[in-house]
């Protein structure tokens, strides 16, 4: 089979399932839910509603996009599981044995599920961003506060946030090909997400140094990658932020990495 014909495969594999809505319906009513909610609060401050003319962000412009990037900065968790189950649902359901009965070629298998990867990471970074901008843009709007959706620098966010969803997923498919167990990959993924990396993070504000390592690590370059997050209000290290292309360079890397010791480690092996 063709590598063109083995991403169609790909493709159907994924939008013939229910895996893939079910995420995105959850993704929706996450980051729209903590986007509405943070938006008000940091309205309701800027504004001086509050009664107090200090407020929690520094200024009215980093309000935006601060609370577009949530999109990335608390979402980023659901592009990395889609990614991770593209791979480690057909390793628990056993569909991996027709896949390279059709397609020997296993590197084309795998080239095959990162290009379908490409396309469902773009989608999903798109509903993110609409379920975040939406709520956000409303709040912002409501409190007379500029939503900032006629610059180029906002819209400049939107595109390297997709960039970012798309390359969380090839990071899931390499940890998918790596850690063949789908219970295992899971546990690993929300562990490190919603545990090790935040922890660490906010550890940085307090621990010399520390910062300077924490910036590398996969959601920290994400969100230099994106070019705004929410950490910038929870943290205060300082060891400056990579840049746009340093982050997307730095998640392509972590991409690369799993995916090859995936393809070296566990890829090649016999299926059970």
Do not use: C
Request: charged share 10%; no cysteine.
């Amino acid at each position: 089979m063709s590598f063109a014909r083995a991403t169609r495969s790909e493709l159907t594999k994924q939008f013939t399932t229910s895996g893939w809505w079910i995420l995105a319906i959850v993704l929706v009513a996450y980051v729209g839910f903590t986007s509405a909610g943070l938006a008000f609060a940091l309205a309701f401050s800027a504004s001086g509603s509050a009664g107090n003319t200090t407020g929690l962000a520094a200024s009215t412009e980093d309000l935006a996009p601060l609370l577009y990037s949530l999109a990335t900065s608390v979402g980023y968790v659901f592009p990395l599981l889609i990614g991770t189950l593209i791979v480690t649902v057909e390793f628990r359901h056993k569909t991996l044995t027709p896949t390279f009965l059709a397609t020997p070629a296993r590197g084309t298998v795998l080239l095959a599920k990162l290009a379908s990867g490409v396309i469902v990471g773009a989608l999903f970074g798109i509903i993110a961003l609409v379920a975040t901008v939406g709520p956000a843009a409303g709040v912002l709007g409501g409190f007379g506060l500029a939503t900032e959706l006629g610059s180029l620098d906002t819209w400049a966010l939107f595109a390297r946030t997709v960039a970012a969803f798309v390359l969380w997923v090839l990071i899931g498919i390499g940890i998918g090909a790596l850690v063949r167990n789908q219970v295992a990959a899971i546990v690993i993924v929300l562990a490190f997400t919603q545990l090790v990396e935040p922890i660490a993070r906010v550890a940085a504000g307090f621990v010399d140094g520390l910062d300077s390592v924490t910036r590398f690590l996969p959601g920290a370059a994400s969100d230099s990658l994106v070019g705004a997050s929410v950490f910038s209000f929870t943290t205060t290290g300082s060891a400056d932020a990579l840049s746009w292309w340093q982050g997307g360079v730095a998640l392509l890397v972590y991409a690369a990495v799993f995916v090859l010791a995936g393809h070296i480690f566990s890829w090649r092996r016999d299926v059970d």
